[in-house]
């Protein structure tokens, strides 16, 4: 992947935000496995994948007060173990990215059966992506999207329709 649109949706521009903080798998394993919390809301992305945003809605339901131990900013304490637990109905992603004027960062991970099989990724801020593509790309990748030459995954899936985790929900 070059440093195309995941860059340009992601980083924005001077005085341009984004942040994202979202769990990513199909549409029908989250749709099955969020059922424990009324704050969970799917919505549908591209390539037949649909995320969960983290508001802090979800995010006070879902925590049990731990701290987590992946490095990610939002994961709630505790829901890593959830997630290993949904990953039995299919792949699924815990994807943060938050970016102010040009600089930030991105985590993502990937879960498959129980077991993290990418990751935890991070890009730190200043850091260019390497070869294989930032962090969220790749966790998406793992997750079946395919892109034609020259695109890369965050856009290919639509990442880049919403500049802050609540807005998905409006």
């Excluded at 077991?115 to 593509?133: I, K, N, R, S």
Aim: proline share 5%; aromatic share 8%.
């Amino acid at each position: 992947m070059t440093q195309g649109s995941d860059i340009e949706d992601a980083r924005g521009g001077v005085g341009v935000g984004y942040e994202l903080r979202a769990v990513i798998a199909g549409g029908a394993v989250l749709r099955g496995v969020v059922r424990d919390f009324s704050d969970a809301r799917v919505v549908s992305l591209g390539q037949g994948l649909s995320l969960v945003p983290m508001t802090d809605q979800l995010f006070d339901a879902a925590t049990d007060g731990t701290d987590s131990p992946l490095g990610f900013w939002r994961l709630p304490g505790g829901f890593d173990r959830r997630l290993a637990e949904w990953s039995s109905a299919g792949p699924l992603a815990y994807v943060e990215a938050e970016y102010f004027g040009g600089a930030g960062e991105q985590h993502a991970a990937v879960w498959v059966d129980g077991a993290v099989v990418l990751g935890p990724l991070h890009a730190p801020d200043g850091q260019p992506f390497g070869t294989d593509g930032s962090p969220i790309s790749r966790a998406l990748r793992r997750l079946g999207v395919v892109v034609d030459a020259g695109a890369d995954e965050f856009a290919a899936v639509g990442l880049g329709r919403h500049r802050r985790s609540e807005d998905w929900i409006g």
